[in-house]
T-cell receptor, first 118, second 112 residues
Framework: NAGVMQNPRHLVRRRGQEARLRCSPMKGHSHVYWYRQLPEEGLKFMVY????????ESGMPKERFSAEFPKEGPSILRIQQVVRGDSAAYFC????????????????FGNGTRLTVT | DAKTTQPPSMDCAEGRAANLPCNHS???????VYWYRQIHSQGPQYIIHGLKNNETNEMASLIITEDRKSSTLILPHATLRDTAVYYCIVRPTQGGSEKLVFGKGTKLTVNP
């Protein structure tokens, strides 16, 4: 049973370019969460999505960032016009729907995409 | 969501038990206690979670006090590979946000 798959593992972009980060959840999981970790800092929640719906985007920057989780295919975190401050590790996690897993199912994380903006 | 308090760092000798404390004095009756760890540059790894009763799995044991205001994660025989940042998080069982809110955690260093 494959875990949460994120790609690419490393991504380098010049200032002003777009970055697209992909996340394939675990099989049977329909909930996806994105987190950002700046160098030497903690994990910060960005957005929580279910298939075709954004449930909680309270941690998303107001501009340049967007996320989607289409009916088919992986979840995408998109960063437009990247700046150096966007350099960070971006982690995706997935979980089954509440009520379908026993005892409050945990989130399972991928190994992240490390974005470097030059 | 209830907040948690953990010591910023701890040391443990290889082969000994590592006991990581967590205070969550404002926890609500419908909130679980979760433990994750993050080994350098990797994604957070789920360890264990519990509501009221003590829990044990192949990785660790979780001891929750009767009043649920604190808990302890126990790694029974720590190895060098257990060196990581350990996060204690509370999460509602239903309703509210389903996300996990990470604090600063405890940096555990296992020494040879």
């Amino acid at each position: 049973n494959a875990g949460v798959m994120q790609n690419p593992r490393h991504l380098v972009r010049r200032r002003g370019q777009e970055a697209r980060l992909r996340c394939s959840p675990m099989k049977g999981h329909s909930h996806v969460y994105w987190y950002r970790q700046l160098p030497e800092e903690g994990l910060k929640f960005m957005v929580y999505l279910q298939k075709e719906n954004i449930i909680d985007e309270s941690g998303m920057p107001k501009e340049r960032f967007s996320a989607e989780f289409p009916k088919e295919g992986p979840s995408i975190l998109r960063i437009q016009q990247v700046v150096r401050g966007d350099s960070a590790a971006y982690f995706c996690a997935s979980s089954p729907p509440r009520g379908q897993g026993a005892n409050n199912s945990p989130l399972h994380f991928g190994n992240g995409t490390r974005l470097t903006v030059t | 969501d209830a907040k948690t308090t953990q010591p910023p760092s701890m040391d443990c000798a290889e082969g000994r038990a590592a006991n990581l404390p967590c205070n969550h004095s404002t926890i609500s009756g419908n909130e679980y206690v979760y433990w994750y760890r993050q080994i350098h540059s990797q994604g957070p790894q789920y360890i264990i979670h519990g509501l009221k009763n003590n829990e044990t799995n192949e990785m660790a044991s979780l001891i929750i006090t009767e009043d649920r205001k604190s808990s302890t994660l126990i790694l029974p025989h720590a190895t060098l590979r257990d060196t990581a940042v350990y996060y204690c998080i509370v999460r509602p069982t239903q309703g509210g946000s389903e996300k996990l809110v990470f604090g600063k955690g405890t940096k555990l260093t296992v020494n040879p």
